[in-house]
């Protein structure tokens, strides 16, 4: 028998039938950087788009459009490498971001990923390494060797360590492919050319080296053959020698061409895998070089190939675009190189990688060893042992065996030493080398080999360590998962805290109680720890706290227990009161500070709070008490004890009470020693103030007459209130207590910063008070507008030094209201006036002056205000007081009003118009007061002041009150400004002022007349530029016929600014004429032209110029009137070039192409442009001057000619078109021309120098229109290169009915190479066939299906109808569903029996079947049953039955098939099928076989069954389903005495089966009768079995059954009295542990008697019932006021009354 092949194959996907252009899966396009993803890169036309695949998931690839040339995915994380050109870009595609870009400076000809995050790359010169950490640049590693220069990079590689580098390439060499390397050290920076086609690295370890070397292996095929060499480049063990291979490649014969592509290594198994092109690998030996295995592996060419990281095999990809995936066989490897007698290479593969098939070569040889007593190359050949075959309990028994020579060492150590060195050991041999160690006595072995991992843990492992070492064999019975030996290893050590923690982690449930008591006599700590755990574990508690608790307890564990039911009931739940109550009782009586504690921490709130807080009180923890206590009495009792509570808590506690309770509280404290309480009652009422209410709370102070209390209680809070009652109460008490205290500060103090206390009733309360200070009083009146009150009160009680205190420290500034109310109060005036003077300049002045003025006395104040003056001080009420006294005394008035600044001359001026208004407009005039000085003037007749103050005051805004229409004096003012005012002003802002004030107010006339006085009649301003301009400007707009005159006359003026004037008011001459005198010949020229608009006078004044830039101007109008011919002559004379662009425009508009030459010709020589040369050209093409265009573009120019080429052939002057773009090779637009020209050749000539997609289709349709069929298939066949104008070209034929012509140009496209678009062509003409050629269609299809777009040339094949065809593309396309449903639609033309079950087989939609199951029974029906035979594994049996309902005959052996898939409705019809055969035994075979169907129905349908057989199965359905009667019924009717019997021992039923043995008696059937006593024996009773016997006279039937019957009973009767007797000897025994026990009892309670108080620990059989109520069944030692109730049962021992208190 031959062996199976060493190697596997399988295809991971196919491109192909993943939508991959077959184009795209080449060298170039096609990337595999490791067997995670497979990157290809598509182009269709401009577009260029990556599919990435993941080998894991490839039918949902990953695309994106990129417009790289290159892809790269990283051999591990979805990261993209892209490179265009010589730009490098590194995308993370998860995070959607750029990591890293960079600029190559050359070329990049190759590039690999060689680990996750390096990238390699290689130029033209050099090879470079890329990291993806940092920013870091390409770093170059090494130069590329000269004898790469000329090669095809194909592959680089790296060893893991990135020491050894090898880069390859290929080139044609002799005719032949030839291969080149470089290998390069990174250490040494040294490189060695080799000639290799392929080459790897591995890490791999050599027989009897102790760890890896670095293995390079390269392959290269030469005229001489194929080897390949093995070689080991970095040594691991120096100790070790690796030998060099070199061995022969065999090549086939028929791939003499072939040659190695690739080479990989596999660590795992120590082979190497060469891969060729033509699809071979083969399979070497890496240490020895030997042949393994060839075989191909593709038939398509191979190009690319990686390491599968899961296998260590080789995944490959080939141009059909299959990737494959080849790995060694492991249960075939070993058996084939025995086969071919390579046991050598068998082994060493055996031994290394522990493969299936050399366990008998090992097996064998190590008995052979054993004999010949080689012990210690037994023992290394049971150590390597592939698979660890050797390493059984049976091989260590062979060693102990063994009969050691003297002088030898025990060949069992040495096993286990060469295990120890190679790894770990297993269960037994760990076990078995522990026995020796700890014989020895070398326990610190066995600890250092744990540590190690050498032993493999197990129970029996701990065993025999526990004794010697428990902690080591706790850590054993951890790795062994020996729950119970793990927790007995913790209580040895005393890790509690440890024990739950791996009880959950296992899921191992230990009797925690008894490891509890265990822990309580050990470490008593350690158990209340581990308690804890167990109550608080996660899930809920583990342990009955109660019972615990009474474990600690009742061992005077009060602590221990404390600790463990805090930790227990932190949860605070419900269920917990009694235990948290108990905790707290406990420690209230014999540790208060611990539960002071315990409630100070708030952790409990289900406990007894009545009880707890009376214990509180007793124990004197009032603070307590008072928390849990809820009765006013109870809180009204407890709360005066504040001696033993701190303040903070009472202050806090008093938020929980209501405010009735609060405030009878504060109360009782305030009545119970006042004087230790005021403070905390203070405290108390200042935080709740807001919820007490302050009025409620100063009730109570007022109550208790506590003053101190409530000036205390409101200084705490006035400063944050806004009551006025807590403002006013404060001033009273701080004022009782100031005077107790003699300090009034603080009253002061609220009166002075406080706005809330009520004004008027805090006065009078100050005013009646009659308090020493009055200060807190002049406070409140000051502030409050009661001064006038206060001043009176102070006067009338002769305290007129407070006042003066007043007014000179407390406000100043009521000085005037007190002065007055002093005056009013009858006051001498010495004494106001010295009170004045101690003011001194404090007092308000101009409420003061006001004060005086309005009681007549304003006099009195000039010596306060004269010192107030030489003070320097300059308010406006202190200088018109002064003023006013001075001008009523006529103390020199008209100085004070001319030199004094500070007066307020509105005041002043209108208090002097009475008594002089000459007083009064000087000062008016001082203070600027425009109309009230106009005012004045006008009322009196001063119009020459002011006229005077009009011009000197220069405001233009006052010219235009005064000179409005509204002004009766206007014309005796402006007299007087004329004649007077303006022409004795010397200042020109005066005169400027003045003149724009008429202007402004509308004046001309007046206007003129002003300034003719001041510039013609040879004042000071005549020569003033400005005044000649306005008195221009002004006869300009009011008298235009003055105008030429004084342009005459005037020479000063400004004309540049007012010839525009003149020219905007259509004075066209006068602006001539100040040009022409300002020598402003341009603008005299354009007030010609633009607007005289008289071009002859404008050609003459510029020849009397002859200036160039007037002849420019002139042009420009010209131009501008379309005078081409003159404009050119113009700008000619004038040599302007600068307008060509409006010459251009205008003259191609007006088609002046010769006047136009004739400029552009004269604008060259001065301008070098584009545009001029370009339009030139043009006008050139125009003028058909085809010889100067030819010879003007040869020449040097800097037109631009695509544009005027364009121009041209938009003009349809297609031959100067031609010359243009000719000239500059535009062949595109060269064809269109010649196309126009019909010169088709040259066109197609132009059309292939062009190469543009859009050129060939007009060349190719002009070919087409005029018939050149020849000429249109050369570019036909060059557009459809392309596949996106397929389509185009097609239209062009076809909307032409050329379909000959278009079929023969699609073949033309088949015989040559089309590049991308070749898949195109063949899909195009497959399509063109189904139209046009429907005979070449299926020939075709067959040769060339994978070429071309199969889901396209379907739907041609749908909309043509040709099924057959159609039906061969679906299944190549893998569209089974759609294949199917076209042979069931046109079975005449596409069906096939054999095909149509091939493709039921791939069909994914199930409709599908059931479909063909109805075509086949209308169409086929003699092939139904091997149809569904086919498909029997993927249909529903059910359905299938239901839809041949009345044909089941047909699919008989299909339904017998299925019928092992027990489906309900597929049995009833198999059995139906049997009744209607009346195939009774395969009926029965059907039942017993398959149970899933209706067997009532079946039984009730067979029951009437004219055959015997169907009546028995009838029965026997009924008893299967439990209907003994029904079965017996028919049994005993048909007299099927056996089956009637069977069925009632089935039954279980005695009165079925009492009724049987009637029946049988009465049928004479005493041997039926026999036989049932004896199948039913435990159904019948004896008694009737005994009676129906004799009965009947058949005794002797029932004899064997009564015999039975009596020793059954014998041995019952023996059993009960065994029993009887083990029960009582056992009572007797129980009475005496319980006398021992009591007797025991009894000796501990007298022990006890004594202790008193401290004996009130509970514990298990002490339990709290009644006090003492006896040790064991009922109670204990319990507690209920005293240790009562007496020990022992219901009263215990010691009568009733115990041992208690």
């Known amino acids: 028998m031959a062996a199976k092949a060493p190697i596997k194959l399988n295809e991971v996907l196919n491109l192909g039938s993943l939508g991959v252009n077959p184009a795209s899966i080449s060298f170039a396009n096609c990337t595999m950087e490791s067997d995670k993803f497979v990157c290809v890169r598509e182009q269709n036309g401009d577009a260029v788009q990556i599919s990435v695949f993941d080998t894991a998931n490839p039918h949902s690839p990953m695309k994106r459009p990129i417009k790289a040339d290159s892809a790269l995915m990283n051999p591990v994380a979805k990261v993209l490498a892209l490179r265009a050109g010589q730009s490098l870009q590194i995308f993370n595609i998860e995070l959607k971001s750029k990591m890293k870009s960079h600029e190559m400076p050359d070329a990049v000809v190759f590039w690999k990923w060689i680990s996750s995050q390096t990238l390699a790359i290689v130029t033209s010169t050099a090879v470079f390494h890329w990291s993806m950490d940092g920013d870091s640049a390409p770093q170059k590693i090494f130069d590329r060797h000269a004898s790469l220069a000329n090669a095809q990079i194909i592959n680089y590689k790296s060893d893991e360590k990135g020491k050894w580098l090898s880069l390859i390439g290929i080139a044609q060499v002799d005719g032949r492919i030839g291969g080149f390397m470089q290998l390069y050290s990174v250490e040494r920076q040294v490189s060695q050319p080799i000639e290799a086609h392929a080459s790897g690295f591995c890490s791999f370890q050599p027989t009897g080296a102790s760890s890896n070397s670095t293995i390079f292996a390269f392959a290269n095929k030469g005229p001489a053959g194929a080897k390949l060499n093995i070689l080991e480049v970095a040594k691991g063990d120096p100790n070790s020698t690796f030998q060099k291979r070199s061995v022969d490649i065999n090549f086939a014969p028929e791939a003499a061409a072939d040659f190695p592509v690739a080479l990989h290594c596999s660590d795992k198994y120590g082979v190497i895998y060469v891969l060729t092109k033509f699809g071979y690998v083969h399979l070497f030996d890496i240490e020895t070089g030997g042949f393994i295995y060839t075989n191909r592996v593709s038939g398509d060419t191979v190009f690319t190939a990686c390491n599968h990281s899961g296998s260590t095999g080789i995944l490959m990809i080939n141009r059909k675009g299959q990737v494959l995936h080849v790995t060694v066989e492991e249960s075939n490897i070993v058996p084939y190189l025995m086969q071919n007698n390579n046991g050598g290479i068998a082994m060493k593969l055996a031994g290394r990688t522990a493969l299936p098939g050399g366990e008998d070569l090992y097996s064998g040889q190590f008995d052979a060893l054993l004999k010949q007593f080689k012990y210690q190359e037994a023992a290394q050949m049971a150590a390597k042992s592939p698979g660890g075959v050797l390493r059984t309990a049976n091989t260590i028994q062979k060693f102990k065996q063994v009969q050691v020579p003297p002088g030898q060492g025990n060949p069992l150590l040495q096993y286990f030493g060469l295990l120890l060195e190679a790894g770990k050991l297993n269960s037994n041999e760990s076990v078995e080398l522990a026995r020796l160690v700890l014989q020895q006595g070398k326990l610190q072995l066995l600890e250092k080999w744990m540590k190690e991992e050498k032993l493999e843990p197990c129970e029996e492992l701990g065993d025999i360590v526990r004794p010697a070492n428990a902690q080591l064999a706790l850590s054993i019975y951890l790795r062994s998962n020996a729950p119970e030996k793990v927790i007995q290893a913790f209580i040895d050590v005393g890790a509690y805290d440890k024990i739950l923690v791996y009880a959950k982690k296992v899921n191992y449930s230990p009797d925690y109680n008894a490891i509890l008591q265990n822990a309580m006599q050990q470490n008593p700590q350690g158990a209340q720890k581990f308690a804890a755990s167990l109550a608080t574990a996660e899930g809920g508690s583990m342990i009955d706290l109660n019972s615990v608790a009474d474990m600690f307890f009742s061992r005077n564990m009060i602590q221990e227990g404390t600790s463990f039911l805090l930790d227990a009931l932190k949860a605070d739940r419900p269920e917990h009161g009694a235990l948290q109550t108990k905790v707290l009782e406990i420690n209230l009586r014999a540790a208060p500070q611990v539960a002071d504690a315990i409630l100070s921490n708030e952790m409990f709130s289900h406990y007894d709070k009545t009880n707890i807080g009376s214990l509180c009180e007793r124990a004197g923890l009032y603070q307590r008490a008072l928390e849990h206590f809820t009765e006013i009495e109870d809180i009204r009792r407890v709360i005066i004890n504040t001696h033993s509570m701190q303040p903070e808590f009472l202050v806090g506690y008093f938020a929980n009470l209501s405010v009735e309770w609060a405030l009878d509280c504060l109360k009782e404290l305030l009545q119970n020693n006042m004087r230790a309480n005021l403070q905390l009652c203070v405290q108390i009422a200042t935080k709740y103030v807001e919820e007490l209410t302050p009025q409620a709370l100063i009730k109570i102070f007022n109550d208790v007459k506590s003053t101190e209390g409530m000036y205390y209680f409101l200084n705490a809070i006035v400063n944050f209130s806004q009551d006025e009652d807590v403002h006013y109460e404060y001033i009273v008490a701080a004022s009782k207590v100031g005077v107790m205290k003699h300090d009034f500060k603080e009253v002061e103090r609220v009166t002075r910063e406080s706005d809330y206390y009520p004004p008027e009733k805090t006065k009078n309360y100050l005013k009646d008070a009659k308090l020493p200070d009055p200060r807190p009083l002049i406070h409140v009146c000051d502030r409050h507008d009661f001064v006038e009150e206060l001043t009176q009160y102070l006067y009338q009680n002769n305290q007129m030094r407070y006042i003066e205190v007043y007014v000179t420290k407390v406000n100043p500034q009521r000085t005037p209201e007190v002065v007055g109310a002093l005056m009013d109060a009858g006051c001498s005036e010495d004494q106001v006036k010295s009170l004045i003077i101690t003011v001194r300049n404090m007092a308000p002045v101009e409420a003061l002056v006001e004060a005086c003025e309005t009681r007549h006395r304003l006099k009195m104040l000039l010596p306060w205000l004269e010192q107030r003056m030489d003070e320097g001080n300059q308010e406006p009420a202190l200088h018109n007081a002064l003023a006013k006294i001075y001008i009523d005394t006529a103390q020199n008035p008209e100085k004070f009003l001319e030199t004094n600044q500070f007066y307020d001359s509105a005041v002043v001026g209108a208090y002097c118009e009475s008594k002089d208004p000459h007083y009064a407009v000087m000062a008016y005039k001082r203070g600027n007061c425009d109309d009230d000085l106009v005012r004045v003037t006008n009322e009196n007749g001063l119009f020459k002041a002011q006229a005077f103050y009009l011009v000197q005051r220069m405001d233009e805004d006052l010219w235009a009150k005064v000179l409005t229409d509204d002004n009766e004096f206007k014309r005796q003012l402006v007299d007087m400004v004329v004649q007077e005012a303006l022409p004795n002003s010397k200042e020109a802002d005066e005169v400027s002022v003045t003149v724009k004030a008429f202007m402004n107010a509308d004046m001309p006339s007046e206007l003129i007349e002003l300034l003719e006085k001041i510039v013609l009649q040879g004042t000071d301003f005549a020569k003033n530029r400005n005044l000649q301009n306005l008195l221009i400007l002004t006869a300009i707009k009011a008298n235009p016929e003055k105008v030429m005159s004084f342009i005459n006359r005037l020479d000063d003026f400004d004309g540049p600014e007012i010839a525009p004037i003149c020219v905007s008011s259509d004075l066209f001459e006068e602006a001539f004429t100040i040009y022409k005198k300002n020598d402003l010949k341009v603008d005299a020229l354009t007030v010609l032209i633009d607007n005289i608009r008289d071009l002859e006078r404008g050609l003459e004044f510029a020849k009397a110029c002859d200036s160039a830039e007037v002849w420019s101007t002139l042009a420009r109008a010209q131009l501008n009137a379309q005078l081409v011919d003159e404009a050119v002559d113009s700008y000619v004379r004038a040599e302007d070039a600068s307008s060509f662009e409006a010459v251009i425009s205008v003259a191609e508009s007006m088609e002046a192409h010769g006047a136009l030459i004739k400029y552009l010709q004269m604008a060259r020589k001065n301008v070098k442009d584009g545009r001029i040369d370009t339009a030139l050209i043009f006008a050139f093409a125009n003028e058909n001057k085809l010889a100067e265009l030819e010879e003007f573009i040869n020449g040097p120019n800097v037109a631009q000619i695509q544009v005027v080429g364009e121009r041209c052939f938009e003009q349809q002057l297609f031959e100067a078109a031609k010359l243009l773009f000719s000239n500059i090779s535009n062949f595109g637009r060269l064809a269109s021309c010649l196309v126009q020209l019909k010169q088709f050749t040259q066109a197609v000539e132009a059309a292939n120098k062009a190469n543009y997609t859009r050129t060939w289709k007009e060349v190719l349709e002009a070919c087409v229109d005029n018939e050149e069929f020849r000429l249109a298939q050369v570019c036909g066949l060059n557009l459809i290169k392309n596949a996106d104008e397929i389509e185009d070209v097609v239209k062009v034929y076809e909307r032409r009915g050329l379909f000959e012509n278009l079929i023969t140009l699609m073949e033309a496209g088949m015989g040559v190479d089309m590049g991308a678009g070749a898949a195109a062509v063949f899909t195009m003409l497959a399509i063109l066939y189904a139209k046009y050629r429907e005979e070449k269609l299926m020939e075709h299809i067959k040769l060339f299906h994978a070429r071309f777009n199969v889901p396209k040339v379907i739907r041609e094949c749908e909309r043509q109808r040709h099924w057959k065809e159609l039906n061969f593309l679906y299944m190549q396309n893998g569209e089974h569903d759609n294949a199917a449903s076209n042979m069931m639609n046109h079975p005449s033309r596409a069906w096939d029996h054999t095909s149509f079950k091939d493709c039921l087989l791939k069909v994914s939609n199930p409709e599908t079947y059931y479909r063909s199951v109805q075509f086949y029974l209308k169409y086929k029906p003699d092939m139904l049953n091997d149809m569904l035979m086919t498909a029997s594994p993927k249909v529903d049996h059910s359905r299938v039955v239901v839809m041949l309902k009345g044909d089941h005959a047909l699919i008989r052996e299909y339904m017998l098939a299925a019928q092992k898939n027990n489906v309900s409705a597929l049995n009833e019809a198999i059995n139906n099928l049997f009744v209607d055969t009346e195939e009774y035994d395969k009926l029965r075979e059907s039942i017993d076989n398959h149970d899933n169907f209706d067997q009532g129905a079946l039984a009730a349908r067979l029951e009437k069954h004219d055959l015997l057989e169907f009546r028995r199965i009838s ?148 339990g709290m019932d009644q006090g003492m109520g006896g040790m064991g069944m009922q109670g204990g030692m319990g507690m209920d006021q005293g240790m009562g109730g007496g020990m022992g049962m219901q009263g215990g021992m010691g009568m009733q009354g115990g041992y208690g208190y």
């Open 1515 to 1662: 029965a026997d359905l009924y008893r299967r389903n439990g209907k003994f009667q029904q079965s017996l019924a028919l049994s005993k009717k048909d007299r099927m005495f056996k089956d009637a019997t069977e069925t009632a021992s089935a039954s279980k039923d005695a009165d079925l089966v009492e009724d049987l043995l009637r029946f049988f008696v009465a049928e004479n059937q005493k041997e039926c009768f026999a036989a049932t006593l004896f199948t039913c024996y435990d159904q019948v009773r004896p008694d009737v079995a005994l009676e129906l016997a004799w009965r009947y006279g058949i005794l002797d039937m029932a004899m064997p059954f009564m015999v039975q019957f009596v020793r059954e009973y014998v041995d019952k009767v023996d059993g009960v009295d065994k029993d009887v007797t083990k029960q009582k000897e056992e009572k007797e025994k129980e009475k005496e542990e319980q006398l021992q026990q009591q007797q025991a009892a009894a000796a501990m309670g007298m022990a006890m008697d004594g202790m008193g108080n401290q004996l009130y620990i509970t514990g298990p059989g002490m």
